[in-house]
């Protein structure tokens, strides 16, 4: 069939909508009609080729939206279910087996190898073949995936919003309810006011932590976190020494830390932040670091730890955030911005100059 899709042809492009042909849903997938999908920093540094993937390239691994039709082999989707669509996974390899999807041993192949799960694509246009990101491609009117990416999600939830908690929001929420588990009473450290740092304050205040200090160096967006659940805020263009900051509102150091920049610098300040004993959560996509492992690791018992999507079961995991969404304790919505399809390229601009915090794009009736 043929589909409006934003492809990226050459590195660093701006997005072209595109007509483009999308096949047949095959054993165990599904075609969506997507509603709405987020942006996310992911498909900046790919569309920049910092993380490599094949080109053309449709990107877009934030997608939520409606089946249209299922292929061979599906019993658990019907058409017309709702669903929000996370990362990709082989299903067979023993990480898989143990519950542990987020680090499927194809997971680079099968999510940035442009491919899905048969090792083709469903995309193409003028008979050559078009890269797919995280076996989604959601920067597009409809999409085709398999129904290991997929959660079903109530139909009385704006579909619109679902997207962000197959990536962003996951992780940082993840990264707090399913890797840190801080016990009542501990304090926890998130350095990034973004859609995962602000994820992650969410999901503390929901733990019953008794210290989250957000540090980041917008004063309105340190303002949104405390009003998220952060109990102190560390502006760190106006405090020179953040980690004493930090350890004099700790009494000492925190237990947890989660660090969601990338920033070199700050992932030092991660560690040397955290008390003895602490663990430092590191899921920014971070480069070269340079550490003093005897100071700031080593000597004092801490631990450091990268975690990728959350370390998050999609179908278990988006239900359970959605639950505390309608209950009123997870107001993931107050980081949201809605653009038509049509202003991708707006969105990425916002969304690199900070003036939004989680743009989604919505399709086309």
Do not use: W
């Not at 993380?51 to 019993?75: D, F, N, Q, R």
């Not at 973004?194 to 969410?202: N, W």
């Not at 303002?223 to 004493?244: F, H, P, R, Y």
Request: aromatic residues 6%; hydrophobic residues 40%; glycine residues 10%.
């Amino acid at each position: 069939m043929l589909i409006k899709a934003a492809v990226i042809n050459e590195k660093g492009n701006e997005f072209i909508i595109e007509d483009v042909e999308l096949a047949e849903p095959k054993y165990n997938e599904v075609l969506v009609k997507i509603v709405a999908t987020g942006v996310c920093h992911t498909d900046s540094v790919v569309r920049d080729q910092l993380i490599p993937t094949p080109l053309p390239i449709v990107l877009g691994h934030e997608g939520a939206g409606i089946v249209e039709k299922v292929g061979p082999g599906v019993s658990n989707f019907e058409v017309g279910d709702h669903v929000g669509i996370s990362f990709s996974s082989c299903g067979c390899c023993s990480n898989c087996l143990e519950g542990h999807a987020y680090m499927c041993e194809d997971f680079n192949k099968l999510n940035f190898g442009g491919i899905m799960n048969d090792g083709t694509t469903r995309l193409s246009k003028d008979g050559k073949e078009i890269a797919m990101l995280f076996g989604q491609s959601t920067f597009a009117t409809h999409s085709v995936v398999n129904t290991r990416n997929i959660t079903k999600v109530d139909k009385d939830v704006d579909l619109r919003l679902i997207g962000p908690l197959g990536c962003g929001i996951q992780t940082g929420a993840g990264t707090v309810l399913n890797r840190l588990k801080p016990e009542f009473g501990s304090s926890i450290v998130v350095f990034g006011c973004g859609a995962v740092g602000f994820s992650a304050i969410m999901a503390a205040k929901l733990t019953g932590c008794s210290k989250i200090i957000a540090v980041g160096r917008s004063a309105e967006k340190l303002e949104l976190a405390k009003e998220l659940g952060a109990t102190d805020v560390v502006n760190s263009k106006e405090i020179t020494d953040v980690v004493a900051e930090i350890k004099k509102i700790t009494n000492g150091g925190a237990n947890y830390t989660v660090e969601t920049t990338a920033v070199p610098e700050i992932v030092n300040q991660a560690l040397y932040a955290l008390r003895t004993l602490g663990t430092s959560a590191i899921v920014g996509a971070t480069g070269d670091v340079t550490i003093n492992v005897q100071n700031a690791l080593m000597g004092e018992g801490k631990s450091m730890i990268g975690v990728i999507e959350g370390d998050s079961i999609p179908q278990v995991f988006i239900p359970k955030i959605i639950e505390y969404y309608k209950e009123g304790k997870f107001p993931f919505d107050k980081l949201i911005k809605f653009y038509k399809f049509e202003e991708i390229n707006k969105a990425f601009e916002d969304s690199k100059k900070g003036s939004v915090i989680k743009p989604i794009l919505v399709m086309n009736d």
